[in-house]
Every structure is written in C-alpha cells, then in structure tokens.
C-alpha cells in the first residue's frame, strides 16, 4: 500500500497484490475487493467522508466501485475507455457481474461516441440516459503548440505506437510506410518519418523503410516531453489502425497544432474533420488519395492547437466531470 500526494497534489493510495498468481485474481474481483474494503474502511474511521464513488472502467474496477457505493449509499459513476467489452461478457460470472455495475451506476461515461454506441449495442437493457461521453483528458501542458518551421526540401512525418506483433494487429506501420513511399515516388516530394516507440516489431519496419527507400528515424521509447518535441517539429501526423476507442496519440499530436492522416476507424472521425486532417480507409489506395489531400491543404497550425485544447485539455474535461459529480450529488 502506498499513500502519497500524485503530480497533481491530489492524494492518491495504491494497493498492490504482489503474488506469482496476480494475473489469476486479476479475474477474481471478489478477492480484490477484500482488500479495497479493508482500505475503505481504514480511510473511513479516520474522518475520511467521500460524496461519491468513480471507477475507471468497468472491469474490475466498475465492479468492485459498485459494491463500495452500494455498502455506503454512494452515487456511483463509470469511465469506460475499454475496447474488450464483448470479450468480458462472454465470461457468464464476470458478465453478469459487469451488467450489474452499469445498470447500478448513477452514471457511465464512454470516452467516445463510438464506445457508447458499441456498448449499447451490446447491452441494449442499460438506460441510455446514464450515459455522458467524456473524452479521455490530453496532457495539455506537455503538448502545446510551437510555431512550425516550413521545411522546403523535406516533408516530416511523424507516428508513435508500440510496434509489435499481435495476433490481431491494431496497428498498421506498414500501411502508411508503403503509401509514404509510393507517394515520395510519384510527387517527386522528398519524406522523412520519424516512428515514436518501441516493441519487437522495429527491425521488420526499419528493413521495410530501407526497403521502399523511405528515410526514416527510429526513437525507442522517449519521454512525453521529447514526444511533444518531435510532434511540434513535424509538419504532419499519421496514425493507420483498426480500432480506436479515443485516440490519444491523435489528439495530442493535435494539441501541438500538427495536422492527422489516419485511418477512419473507431472514434477517429470525432477528432478528425477537414480543418485538421484527412481520414482514410485502410487500404493502400486510400492513403495515398489522403496524402494528396492532406499536402494539397492549408492548414491553420495554432487554430488546430486552440481547438483541441478547448474539447480535451485538463480545464476543459475537468470542468465536464466536476458538472457530472454535481448534478448528482446535489
């Protein structure tokens, strides 16, 4: 257990199961629950009175927030950022467990319209008026807008993700660097890539770029502020996925004023419009129509900031919660 003041001197407590077998009580909420009680209660007989309960995503947090609020005669609220949400239902125990803390739950909030159209879908008893979507917030002080410098023999692109081989791909390196080449090749445009991030994907894609003869620059894992750095330095983002609930990489490459290609998937099109970016369909055609799109365009850098910041910075999706927490305490 630790107690301690977090970055932004809200107190903060952490419990840690530290077991060979953590992985197995991940799946046992029960057994996690005994020990966010014994917290609860400890917090409690020293003064501690909280007016509600928030717990971010359903599975296992939800849960174990809805036994909490119903011990208490709390208000209960859920964030769900959380894309495995069919999986978890199929699971009879822990199903029936997740469809209890929504239909309990005072309010559920989906970081996406795409999210809350998906889970209604799939649990079509849930009242839709709990539902409030609230984007996730984007590090607004760590990614802000620097004026872009024009570079006039090279265009910079930039992507960041963890490149690394899955079963089921969610994202699409290769995508955008063979449209990136083809597009280098056919507009006679020199392009410089800058990929952010690491996984046991990179020598594939590093063989790929030398491969299409593509420049291009591999980070590793970087600190946020050195993220920002690069994003503020490119003239451009591209993002090619196959499922988003949010999108964060997308929006804070937005915060800094640079321009999206991405792919139009999940909730991508509620970030995207045609003031700051280009969407494409996961198809080599596609993206590189989106390339000659997005260069034909003229955006406006610092707008594209200012916008951003007003739907998804810390002020803003503060504000939107705390309304939440006071419509239904009061």
Not at 301 to 306: C, L, P, Y
Request: aromatic share 10%.
């Amino acid at each position: 257990k630790n107690d301690f003041q977090d970055e932004n001197d809200i107190r903060t407590i952490t419990l840690e199961i530290e077991s060979v077998f953590k992985d197995f009580f991940y799946y046992l909420p029960a057994f996690q629950y005994i020990f966010i009680k014994r917290a609860a209660k400890q917090l409690i007989n020293t003064g501690f009175r909280p007016q509600l309960i928030h717990s971010n995503v359903v599975f296992s947090a939800g849960i174990m927030g809805n036994r909490l609020a119903h011990q208490y005669h709390l208000p209960h609220v859920i964030t769900e950022h959380w894309s495995r949400i069919a999986g978890i239902l199929e699971k009879p125990i822990i199903g029936r467990q997740v469809i209890n803390a929504y239909k309990k739950a005072d309010k559920i909030l989906p970081v996406s319209a795409f999210l809350q159209n998906k889970i209604t879908t799939l649990l079509p008893q849930i009242d839709v008026n709990k539902f409030v979507t609230v984007g996730n917030i984007v590090d607004s002080e760590t990614f802000i807008y620097r004026e872009k410098r024009t570079h006039q023999q090279q265009i910079h692109f930039c992507a960041i993700a963890t490149w690394a081989y899955k079963k089921t791909p969610d994202k699409l390196p290769e995508l955008f660097i063979e449209a990136l080449s083809a597009f280098q090749k056919k507009s006679n445009k020199s392009i410089m890539l800058t990929m952010i991030g690491g996984g046991d994907k990179l020598d594939e894609l590093k063989e790929l770029c030398a491969k299409n003869e593509l420049e291009a620059s591999f980070t590793g894992y970087i600190s946020k502020r050195q993220i920002a750095e690069h994003l503020q330095q490119a003239d451009y983002f591209v993002h090619a996925s196959t499922i988003e609930t949010f999108g964060v990489v997308v929006a804070e490459a937005l915060l800094t004023g640079t321009p999206v290609i991405c792919s139009k998937v999940g909730a991508l099109p509620e970030l995207i419009n045609d003031s700051n970016g280009v969407l494409c369909n996961n198809s080599l055609e596609s993206w590189e129509a989106g390339l000659n799109a997005l260069l034909s365009k003229r955006f406006d850098n610092k707008q594209i900031a200012n916008d951003m910041k007003q739907s998804f910075g810390v002020e803003s999706i503060g504000n939107r919660i705390n309304a939440i927490y006071n419509s239904i305490t009061h």
